[in-house]
């Protein structure tokens, strides 16, 4: 067989294997260091830093940090789930996501922020990586696993009661004055007013 053909096809191959990875879409409840400690060999973890483990909890979830996707593949994920993608983008995607294929790969969730966590743990023993899923473009960030920065407030997904496609409002109690919270944009409607964890395991 010619080898250009050969390749070619070993290619179509891979891909189409590539393409077929299949995600199952868990709720998780970040881990106490004492928790973590305990379950740490079990879970394949490194690092057990602090309470309030996001990282650990979701890896508990999967079933073991070996089951949270790497983040090359989340971003052969992006690479599928994101439409008009601009010309020359490596691991920053700008485009439309398509929330009609997240659907139906059962991993999405009513907001335009979507973070989900790789199992890849950060050589600073206190830091992992996610990857965001929003409504115009996915890009890979460094994550502190107590929950603060990126994570603090919009992994997974955030309910503001009967709010859709608002930015919602916060009121000073002193003052009475009414400002934007334009770091809780989110477009749910009808949920409790807290936080639904998730993430995404092979």
């Not at 990857?131 to 919009?154: C, L, N, Q, T």
Request: proline share 4%; charged share 20%.
């Amino acid at each position: 067989m010619n080898n250009k053909i050969l390749f070619w096809t070993f290619g179509i191959l891979f891909a189409s294997i590539n393409a077929a990875q299949a995600y199952q879409m868990v709720a998780y409840q970040p881990m106490s260091q004492a928790e973590c400690l305990k379950y740490k060999s079990k879970l394949g973890l490194r690092f057990c830093p602090y309470d309030n483990d996001h990282l650990a909890g979701a890896a508990k979830a999967c079933g073991g940090i070996h089951n949270l996707p790497s983040g090359d593949e989340l971003l052969n994920l992006a690479h599928q789930l994101y439409k008009n993608i601009e010309p020359g983008a490596t691991t920053t995607l700008y485009g439309q996501r398509d929330d009609d294929k997240m659907k139906k790969m059962g991993i999405w969730v009513n907001d335009s922020h979507i973070y989900y966590w790789t199992g890849e743990e950060a050589k600073d023993g206190v830091g992992g990586y996610v990857r965001m899923f929003a409504a115009k473009g996915s890009i890979p960030y460094y994550a502190p696993r107590d929950g603060s920065g990126y994570v603090s407030h919009r992994v997974g997904k955030i309910n503001y009661g009967e709010t859709k496609n608002i930015v919602p409002v916060i009121v000073n109690t002193e003052t009475g004055d009414i400002m934007l919270d334009t770091d809780h944009d989110s477009n749910l409607a009808g949920l409790p007013n807290n936080d639904a964890l998730v993430t995404i395991c092979r």
